[in-house]
Antibody
Framework: QVRLQESGPGLVKPSETLSLTCTVSGGSISDSNYYWGWVRQPPGKGLAWIGTINYGGATDYNPSLKSRLTISMDTSQNQFSLSVTSVTAADTAVYYCARWGSPSYWGQGIRVNVSS | QLMVTQSPSASASLGASVTLTCTLS???????ITWHQQQPEKGPRFLMK???????TRGAGIPDRFSGSSSGAERYLIISSLQSEDEADYYC?????????FGGGTKLTVL
């Protein structure tokens, strides 16, 4: 069974950088059959795709966030990470990591609040 | 532009069946989608991948009460023998080489 677990701070100050890590167990992030990515859900709203990384480290980003995003991977730790710079209150959301493929898997989510 | 559209809400009675619809944008009728369920106060759960020919692959542990079908640009999630725990938000998602998009979700109420 593949499991994904998000970790990182639950509170980030405005203008600072939000950094999250997703630790994967039960499967390798080097598996070429799958993509790995991040999704967020602002309070009371729907799911929004943030970005994706593949087994070789190639990334795709949501155009509306691209200038502030970095997604990277550490195959030795079987982890991938998200960095969002210059955060504002609009970045307050539950952040999920996920494996895209058939089947897909989701992490349980981590709530991040941007506030001073 | 790649998009998927869902109705905001649906309702059906306990024990009945319901069909939720996800519509692909013009020019994208051959695209596969995935369906995901989000129960109240929980994270999303993968239900199935649904191809343009209607073939679908359910996730681990997803009962066969959940099935999918396709017609043109429409992708359907059919839930039979509705149970109270099926009351949830349902999201479809599609993708191409560079982006992934979610629909706005359908809130299903079980009466």
């Amino acid at each position: 069974q593949v499991r994904l677990q998000e970790s990182g701070p639950g509170l980030v100050k405005p203008s600072e950088t939000l950094s999250l890590t997703c630790t994967v167990s039960g499967g390798s992030i080097s598996d070429s059959n799958y993509y790995w990515g991040w999704v967020r859900q602002p309070p009371g709203k729907g799911l929004a795709w943030i970005g994706t990384i593949n087994y070789g480290g190639a990334t795709d980003y949501n155009p509306s966030l691209k200038s502030r995003l970095t997604i990277s991977m550490d195959t030795s730790q079987n982890q991938f990470s998200l960095s969002v710079t210059s955060v504002t209150a609009a970045d307050t959301a539950v952040y999920y990591c996920a494996r895209w493929g058939s089947p897909s898997y989701w992490g349980q989510g981590i709530r991040v609040n941007v506030s001073s | 532009q790649l998009m998927v559209t869902q109705s905001p809400s649906a309702s059906a009675s306990l024990g009945a069946s319901v069909t939720l619809t996800c519509t692909l944008s013009s020019g994208h009728s051959s695209y596969a989608i995935t369906w995901h369920q989000q129960q109240p106060e929980k994270g999303p759960r993968f239900l199935m991948k649904l191809d343009s020919d209607g073939s679908h692959t359910r996730g681990a542990g997803i009962p066969d009460r959940f099935s999918g079908s396709s017609s043109g640009a429409e992708r359907y999630l059919i839930i039979s023998s509705l149970q109270s725990e099926d009351e949830a938000d349902y999201y479809c998602q599609t993708w191409d080489s560079f982006i992934r998009v979610f629909g706005g979700g359908t809130k299903l109420t079980v009466l």
